[in-house]
């Protein structure tokens, strides 16, 4: 077996008014990740300085002009330095459309690193998607916004990933009643191949799926709601016969105790808050939160800004830690791939 | 002077998990300091079950007011309806009847001051359908029976660590965003603060409303309804003085922090809020009517058939149920002066 190069990853530190910087800034100075990638940030400098200042810890950032110029045996924190943002000018802990742009405007240098190869993925600290859209990224969500730039027209959608489980949705932030024309036979297949094959791409070689209900009680024999028989059922039945380990409908209120309990790898919910609820609850907000289905690997923190502790220093950074650790999994299984089809 | 008056616990249907889990929660007086109760229905069923689960649970037949004193030594049990045939999990012609007879007897006793408030165990709505039964639940039933004109009741799921109150219930999702009127939020959020005040003794209860939409709403950019129906009620009711807020996204107002800011949270739907309850609170969550001019509480399951007589049945939800049920009516006594 030859040993694979590590994978690239792109660091980028999320909002400056939030608590990425101070974040990202403490994640480098405890490292520990050499054995499973390769780390570059992506970002000003300036704001890794107020991070390292916030977190009271040091960077020996030595900066080149892309990831594709570091030299990985020299000592010292790769960083490119866009210089694009001066921290200064933004008031902390205050979503502001300004920084929520030159948020978006880092992450699209990253991305296009990735597009040149130069990156096998992106791991981004905390960004506030109001003021990325305010600021003129206008997509109502991130994961919209990289599968534009990357110009991905199949599917995708984002996954909530803690300690070995991961939760998806067939619908994600549009209305109820929007969803409810968006939950079809073709969509819940498309969803349930993405999840399967998103995990597999992780590692878990035969992902055991729940599906949840639309209905109440699962419709209850179609006396509350016929989705269940027309076409989620069916659905399940078709994707199964294709080898996805995935079964249902359940009933919504029970399946993620369920879940959680142990007996599915994942849930594939009918609607944001169906899943949000449970996962919620369950301390989602602890996992990482993955693109899944664009070519480049996106992870993040599942917890946002947290507008009300910035520049404390005591954000805690496990599960930035899993973000990072959970893209080098799924980039490292990548270049496994392309070096075994070549 | 007259005994303390009990609590009316219904069997339900006989051939589901009623009896067993009343056995079990009987068995249990000392131990969870039970409130004292009779059941109602054919004292035969439960004799039945005790023999065949090995339980050692003495049945007396008893008038109501007998109930307290004989409660400590045996079940007590007012017959009611006709003698049942059913057998575990296998209801028959006698099930609709007994199960039917004991829910009018209950409501007929709390009204008559001879029980404290009434309890009831599952009853299979496919079962009395069979049979005739016009009504689309246990709880309509109950309010049907309650006086004349029918009082609007409201079902809420209570655990000490949540109560929540779905505004639509056994309804498609689909049909939800057009059942979700304003007067429905309104009017259901009206009797939750009613029966939070003078059944729980909360004095100015807070309510927090579910947005119906993901965040709900995020402005109105996600859906309208929450920014055209759901804040318009919200602000209908401040100006009554009822301490509403919202609309809230449904999926940030279930953990601990939150959950200290309400004292009962009204959903849209019904998984929006059952979903969080059964995960608080899963097998202890208590069914409570409100709206109704008695007090009314019930576990949070069904029949569960494929389990009766197998000793399988779990009666903590029954316990709960029977335990919330006194907390509340004593209050209900201390304030008629009883």
């Known amino acids: 077996m030859t040993a694979h190069p590590l994978p690239i990853l792109a660091l980028t530190p999320g909002d400056c008014t939030g608590i990425g910087p101070e974040q990202t800034a403490r994640l480098l100075s405890e490292g520990g990740f050499d054995d499973v990638a390769r780390i570059v940030v992506v970002g000003d400098a300036r704001v890794l300085d107020m991070g390292a200042r916030h977190a009271g810890v040091r960077l020996n950032l030595v900066r080149y002009a892309s990831p594709g110029a570091v030299d990985w045996s020299a000592p010292g924190i790769p960083m490119v330095d866009l210089g694009n943002t001066d921290p200064d000018l933004f008031p902390l802990g205050v979503a502001n459309p300004e920084s929520g742009r030159l948020t978006g405007d880092t992450l699209a240098r990253a991305i296009d690193f990735a597009k040149a190869g130069e990156v096998d993925g992106v791991c981004f600290a905390p960004l506030n998607k109001q003021a990325m859209f305010r600021g003129g990224w206008r997509f109502p969500d991130e994961h919209k916004m990289f599968a534009h730039l990357l110009d991905h027209k199949g599917p995708f959608s984002e996954m909530n990933v803690l300690e070995g489980q991961w939760m998806t949705r067939v619908t994600s932030h549009v209305s109820l009643r929007t969803a409810l024309d968006q939950v079809t036979f073709d969509s819940i297949c498309g969803a349930l191949r993405l999840a399967d094959e998103t995990m597999r791409k992780a590692g878990i070689a035969r992902p055991r799926i729940a599906v949840a209900a639309l209905n109440p009680h699962g419709g209850e024999g179609g006396l509350f709601g016929s989705e269940e028989i027309d076409f989620i059922r069916p659905a399940v039945e078709a994707m199964a016969k294709e080898g996805i380990a995935c079964e249902g409908p359940f009933p919504s209120d029970t399946v993620y105790l369920k879940a959680f309990a142990g007996a599915y790898d994942s849930v594939l919910a009918m609607y944001h808050d169906q899943g949000q609820i449970a996962t919620k609850l369950k301390g989602f907000n602890k996992g990482v939160t993955i693109t899944a289905g664009l070519e480049v690997v996106f992870t993040t923190p599942a917890h946002g800004t947290a507008f009300d502790i910035v520049g404390k220093g005591v954000a805690d950074i496990g599960a930035f830690q899993s973000a990072v650790r959970l893209a080098a999994r799924v980039a490292a299984r990548k270049i496994e791939a392309r070096a075994a089809a070549a | ?338």
Not at chain 2, 96 to 118: E, F, H, Y
Not at chain 2, 169 to 186: C, F, G, K, Q, Y
Not at chain 2, 241 to 256: C, N, Q
């Open chain 2, 1 to 338: 002077m007259a005994p303390p008056p009990a609590l009316a616990l219904t069997l339900g249907e006989p051939a589901g998990i009623g009896p067993d889990i009343t056995l079990a929660a009987w068995l249990t007086r000392q131990q969870r300091s039970l409130p004292a109760f009779f059941a109602i229905g054919d004292a035969a069923v439960l004799r039945r079950r005790a023999a065949a689960l090995g339980l050692d649970v003495p049945v007396r037949a008893c008038a109501p007011e007998e109930a307290a004193a004989v409660f400590a030594s045996a079940l007590p049990v007012v017959s009611a309806g006709p003698a049942v045939t059913a057998a575990p999990g296998h209801p028959d012609e006698t099930s609709a009847p007994s199960a039917r007879a004991a829910i009018d007897d209950a409501v007929a006793l709390v009204k008559a001051g001879r029980a404290t408030a009434v309890v009831t165990n599952p009853i299979s709505k496919a079962v009395l359908y069979a049979d005739g039964f016009a009504f689309p639940g246990h709880t309509e039933y109950l309010a049907h029976l309650a006086g004349t004109p029918a009082p609007r009741p409201v079902m809420m799921i209570w655990s000490p660590e949540l109560a929540v109150i779905p505004a639509t219930i056994h309804v498609p999702l689909a049909d939800v965003p057009r059942l979700l009127t304003r007067e429905l939020i309104i009017e259901t959020a009206r009797i939750t603060a009613h029966d939070l005040r003078h059944r729980f003794g909360i004095e100015a209860p807070r309510l927090a409303i579910c947005g119906l939409n993901p965040h709900a709403g995020e402005e109105g950019t996600l859906g309208r309804e929450d920014e055209e129906v759901t804040r318009p009620a919200v602000e209908a009711l401040r100006q009554e003085g009822i301490d509403a807020r919202g609309p809230l996204p449904a999926d940030t107002l279930f953990h601990a922090a939150a959950r200290a800011t309400y004292d009962a949270a009204i959903g849209a739907y019904h998984d929006q809020v059952l979903a969080p309850a059964k995960a608080l609170a899963f097998d202890r969550a208590v069914n409570v009517t409100l709206g109704l001019p008695f007090v009314r509480t019930s576990p949070d399951h069904g029949t569960a058939f494929a389990l009766a007589g197998t000793g399988r049945a779990d009666p903590s939800s029954l316990i709960e149920a029977l335990r919330l049920a006194h907390r509340l009516s004593a209050r209900d006594a201390a304030r008629s002066g009883r």
